[in-house]
C-alpha cells in the first residue's frame, strides 16, 4: 500500500521508493510528530511558568503589604 507524503510543499507517493527510501519516508513522519509534540510540551510549559510568575507576584506583594489579594477578590 502507497503512502503520501509532502516536502517543501510537494507531494510525492512512496510507491516506486526503495525500502531505505520507505524507511526514510517512515523516519520523516516520526520525527515530525515529535517535533509537534515537543512543540506542545513548550507551550504547555510556557504556560505553566507564566502561572508560576504571576502567582509569585501575588506572592510578593502580599508579603510587602500585608494584604490578602485572594481574600480581597473572592466571591466569598
Known sequence: MSQRFRIDGV????EGLSQEGRDLVERL???????QEM??????????KNAYIA????????G??????GALFSDD
Open 11 to 14: 507531494e510525492y507517493n512512496t
Open 29 to 35: 513522519t516520526f520525527t515530525r510528530l515529535a517535533l
Open 39 to 48: 512543540s506542545n510540551q513548550m507551550a504547555l510549559l510556557s504556560k505553566a
Open 55 to 62: 502567582d509569585m507576584k501575588t506572592e510578593i506583594v502580599e
Open 64 to 69: 510587602r503589604t500585608g494584604l490578602d489579594l
